[in-house]
């Protein structure tokens, strides 16, 4: 793609946005580092974290999951079969089983079943292979919620500059119903660092009741906010599934809904296409009103996830038609049409890229 190319389809899409006076609710949209730099290094390993710090992320994402041991450990899903090398370890053959989560049935080696010693002996590997290889594969440690606090702090102290920590707490009706809800111990780790008690935090969660239970124990106006996700509009949520509810997330995209979320939350993280949907023929169409929307109601905006391949990329924005080839300069001009439309943050695998676009926004 040319870089000629791609400053007309910026073009097109901006002039094609009947909200691009939207503005966002922040001075300066920020960087979110989506696992950290994920594109680059394998998902949630202190290596990934900090490639993001260095490529300029305000904030690194650690997903968090709980062991047998009621230790948080960053992992995107507690089946761990696609990103660690478990199934080369024969003493953990017989780990292997299946387990309905949130409603779906999963096979595969799940972080509850291991301690953190036993979870200390695998070496992480990556999920996509087939768009962004294996070359770091074997060569990290899983880490815990502590161990990034204590790297975040001082990468910032070195760096002169503060660093944001945005977990997610994953599965949580899932894991309370294991005994091993994680809300509690998520507020005691940020409470027993001192780089956690002032450092900005956003909590995210793709469930309701964990979060308003938060809520209730975080201060308005504190270091701590809360993100509400937001899947597919027709998916139910966890803790609406567990207690035989039919509430679906298109219930959460109304006014109604968006002013129900703020009663409890700080931003909104929907899914991209939420914002500006693709069209048929899989290119950028015209923004929704969800950012407009989300604003009246006093919520931030914060979408996911950026990705550099043109598997990932909206068609306007790709570089010919091998799925594994990246578009940088697609990718930047895609999230600039999101920036156009008001989006407050964003959620993305390459921060390098996410800093280009911010830094080179006009406003």
Not at 238 to 247: E, L
């Given at each position: 793609?040319?870089?000629?190319?791609?400053l007309?389809?910026?073009?097109?899409?901006?002039?094609?946005?009947?909200?691009?006076?939207?503005?966002?609710?922040?001075?300066?949209?920020?960087?979110?580092?989506?696992?950290?730099?994920?594109?680059?290094?394998?998902?949630?390993?202190?290596?990934?974290?900090?490639?993001?710090?260095?490529?300029?992320?305000?904030?690194?994402?650690?997903?968090?999951?709980?062991?047998?041991?009621?230790?948080?450990?960053?992992?995107?899903?507690?089946?761990?079969?696609?990103?660690?090398?478990?199934?080369?370890?024969?003493?953990?053959?017989?780990?292997?089983?299946?387990?309905?989560?949130?409603?779906?049935?999963v096979?595969?080696?799940?972080?509850?079943?291991?301690?953190?010693?036993?979870?200390?002996?695998?070496?992480?590997?990556?999920?996509?292979?087939?768009?962004?290889?294996?070359?770091?594969?074997?060569?990290?440690?899983?880490?815990?919620?502590?161990?990034?606090?204590?790297?975040?702090?001082?990468?910032?102290?070195?760096?002169?500059?503060?660093?944001?920590?945005?977990?997610?707490?994953?599965h949580?009706?899932?894991f309370?119903?294991?005994g091993?809800?994680?809300?509690?111990?998520?507020?005691?780790?940020?409470?027993?660092?001192?780089?956690?008690?002032?450092?900005?935090?956003?909590?995210?969660?793709?469930?309701?009741?964990?979060?308003?239970y938060?809520?209730?124990?975080?201060?308005?106006?504190s270091?701590?906010?809360?993100?509400?996700?937001?899947?597919?509009?027709?998916?139910?949520p966890?803790?609406?599934?567990?207690?035989?509810?039919?509430?679906?997330?298109a219930?959460?995209?109304?006014?109604?809904?968006?002013?129900?979320?703020?009663?409890?939350?700080?931003?909104?993280?929907?899914?991209?296409?939420?914002?500006?949907?693709?069209?048929?023929?899989?290119?950028?169409?015209?923004?929704?009103?969800?950012?407009?929307?989300?604003?009246?109601?006093?919520?931030?905006?914060?979408?996911?996830?950026?990705r550099?391949?043109?598997?990932?990329?909206?068609?306007?924005?790709?570089?010919?038609?091998?799925?594994?080839?990246?578009?940088?300069?697609?990718?930047?001009?895609?999230?600039?049409?999101?920036?156009?439309?008001?989006?407050?943050?964003?959620?993305?695998?390459?921060?390098?890229?996410?800093?280009?676009?911010?830094?080179?926004?006009?406003?």
């Open positions: 793609m040319t870089m000629r190319r791609i007309v389809c910026m073009m097109l899409s901006i002039l094609a946005s009947p909200v691009l006076a939207e503005a966002p609710l922040v001075a300066k949209p920020q960087v979110y580092a989506h696992r950290g730099a994920s594109a680059l290094r394998p998902e949630h390993t202190l290596a990934s974290y900090a490639k993001a710090i260095a490529d300029g992320a305000d904030f690194v994402e650690p997903d968090l999951v709980s062991t047998k041991d009621g230790v948080l450990v960053a992992r995107h899903e507690n089946e761990i079969g696609g990103t660690t090398d478990v199934a080369g370890h024969p003493e953990f053959a017989g780990r292997k089983t299946a387990k309905t989560i949130d409603g779906e049935r096979e595969g080696w799940f972080t509850e079943d291991f301690t953190l010693a036993e979870l200390k002996t695998l070496r992480a590997r990556e999920r996509l292979p087939q768009l962004r290889g294996t070359r770091w594969d074997g060569q990290f440690q899983l880490v815990t919620f502590d161990e990034i606090i204590d790297f975040v702090a001082a990468e910032a102290a070195a760096r002169g500059r503060t660093i944001g920590i945005v977990p997610e707490i994953k949580p009706s899932y309370q119903s294991l091993l809800g994680m809300e509690d111990k998520v507020l005691a780790t940020l409470r027993a660092h001192a780089y956690t008690r002032s450092a900005p935090v956003v909590i995210q969660s793709f469930e309701r009741d964990n979060l308003r938060l809520r209730g124990r975080i201060a308005r106006g270091n701590i906010r809360l993100l509400q996700l937001i899947a597919r509009p027709d998916d139910v966890g803790d609406v599934r567990a207690q035989g509810g039919t509430a679906r997330y219930d959460m995209l109304t006014p109604e809904g968006l002013r129900a979320i703020a009663q409890y939350a700080d931003a909104i993280g929907p899914e991209l296409r939420a914002i500006i949907p693709l069209d048929a023929d899989k290119r950028l169409g015209t923004p929704t009103a969800l950012v407009r929307q989300a604003h009246a109601a006093g919520l931030q905006v914060q979408p996911y996830t950026f550099p391949e043109n598997h990932f990329l909206a068609a306007d924005f790709r570089d010919g038609t091998d799925p594994a080839r990246r578009s940088d300069d697609g990718s930047v001009a895609e999230m600039r049409a999101y920036l156009e439309a008001g989006i407050d943050a964003f959620f993305t695998d390459d921060p390098a890229l996410g800093r280009r676009a911010v830094d080179g926004l006009a406003r």
